[in-house]
């Protein structure tokens, strides 16, 4: 069944590197789409269960990588075993490029000719497992012991990059959730962020009942759509403020009509103004948000 929570952003990074978790607490019912502004690496050790991703849902089993790329919708959907081991890493663009050579690119994983893309993968369980057990190891305080703990890191992006490479490691959803209507429907949300995108302009777009185009939103997307065109002009705004660096030169850049509905809904959103957002963030690619509750 469908959660009626809105998408919400989170933010676990306390770091501008990259973070590891380990866990096997049960998923908990209705947990809410949600979406950062960074990598995100879920890795499946034992159990099962069914992880959605922009629409789709997959059947997770030992040995599944779901490499999520900044700003994609994504959750739990639930869990189909009794016990259900996973490990999620976050990381930030910025870093792996820091990491990077002109003959390795560890970022290849999360883009498809030069375009971001999320993907599911399935590598060996046990290299899998072996992989993430050395970063469970929390390098020690002796001469060298962290550069060894980043190489272990390192280590595990690389196979997962060789992994990628082979289309034999590629999982196909196990349901598609999304119809080719909405999929239209979202793709001309995110390439027209800056135009009427109300209820009646995009039923009048693709000439369809507005009524019946919102009850399919919300059923295949799990969010009201509104809710989802103005989070990604949310997300697009984060971007323009970067390159723009002025809230008042990019509000309308991404279909806000006055500057005080786009403080008053990026506030609401991220918890802090766009000069805050400015000021506090360095490395553009680390947003410093609350846990979500």
């Given at each position: 069944m469908a959660s009626?929570?809105?998408?919400?952003?989170?933010?676990?990074?306390?770091?501008?590197?990259?973070?590891?978790?380990?866990?096997?607490?049960?998923?908990?019912?209705?947990?809410?789409?949600?979406?950062?502004?960074?990598?995100?690496?879920?890795?499946?050790?034992?159990?099962?269960?069914?992880?959605?991703?922009?629409?789709?849902?997959?059947?997770?089993?030992?040995?599944?990588?779901?490499?999520?790329?900044?700003?994609?919708?994504?959750?739990?959907?639930?869990?189909?075993?009794?016990?259900?081991?996973?490990?999620?890493?976050?990381?930030?663009?910025?870093?792996?490029?820091?990491?990077?050579?002109?003959?390795?690119?560890?970022?290849?994983?999360?883009?498809?000719?030069?375009?971001?893309?999320?993907?599911?993968?399935?590598?060996?369980?046990?290299?899998?497992?072996?992989?993430?057990?050395?970063?469970d190891e929390r390098p020690g305080k002796g001469y060298g012991d962290d550069i060894i703990y980043e190489q272990h890191f390192l280590e595990l992006m690389i196979m997962l990059n060789k992994a990628v490479l082979s289309d034999a490691n590629d999982i196909m959803p196990e349901s598609s959730t999304v119809p080719k209507l909405i999929g239209d429907v979202m793709n001309y949300i995110g390439t027209h962020l800056d135009a009427d995108l109300s209820l009646d302009a995009l039923a009048s777009q693709f000439f369809i009942n507005k009524y019946y185009l919102s009850r399919e939103f919300k059923k295949h997307m799990r969010v009201n759509l509104h809710e989802y065109t103005l989070t990604k002009r949310l997300i697009r705004s984060k971007e323009l403020l970067r390159e723009y660096g002025n809230a008042k030169k990019v509000y309308h850049m991404c279909g806000f009509k006055s500057y005080t509905h786009f403080l008053r809904c990026f506030r609401k959103e991220f918890d802090m103004t766009p000069r805050e957002f400015l000021s506090s963030n360095a490395d553009p690619d680390v947003i410093r948000f609350e846990h979500a509750t």
């Amino acid at each position: 069944m469908a959660s009626n929570t809105p998408a919400v952003a989170v933010n676990s990074m306390i770091t501008d590197r990259f973070e590891i978790f380990h866990v096997n607490q049960d998923v908990l019912a209705d947990m809410p789409l949600h979406y950062h502004d960074f990598y995100e690496i879920n890795c499946v050790l034992k159990g099962s269960g069914v992880f959605y991703l922009d629409g789709d849902e997959y059947e997770t089993t030992p040995g599944t990588v779901t490499l999520v790329n900044a700003n994609d919708l994504h959750n739990i959907v639930r869990q189909s075993s009794d016990y259900y081991e996973r490990a999620y890493v976050y990381v930030t663009e910025t870093y792996l490029k820091a990491h990077s050579t002109p003959v390795t690119d560890l970022t290849a994983c999360f883009r498809h000719y030069g375009k971001p893309v999320s993907r599911v993968i399935r590598i060996d369980p046990d290299e899998l497992a072996a992989a993430i057990s050395r970063l469970d190891e929390r390098p020690g305080k002796g001469y060298g012991d962290d550069i060894i703990y980043e190489q272990h890191f390192l280590e595990l992006m690389i196979m997962l990059n060789k992994a990628v490479l082979s289309d034999a490691n590629d999982i196909m959803p196990e349901s598609s959730t999304v119809p080719k209507l909405i999929g239209d429907v979202m793709n001309y949300i995110g390439t027209h962020l800056d135009a009427d995108l109300s209820l009646d302009a995009l039923a009048s777009q693709f000439f369809i009942n507005k009524y019946y185009l919102s009850r399919e939103f919300k059923k295949h997307m799990r969010v009201n759509l509104h809710e989802y065109t103005l989070t990604k002009r949310l997300i697009r705004s984060k971007e323009l403020l970067r390159e723009y660096g002025n809230a008042k030169k990019v509000y309308h850049m991404c279909g806000f009509k006055s500057y005080t509905h786009f403080l008053r809904c990026f506030r609401k959103e991220f918890d802090m103004t766009p000069r805050e957002f400015l000021s506090s963030n360095a490395d553009p690619d680390v947003i410093r948000f609350e846990h979500a509750t």
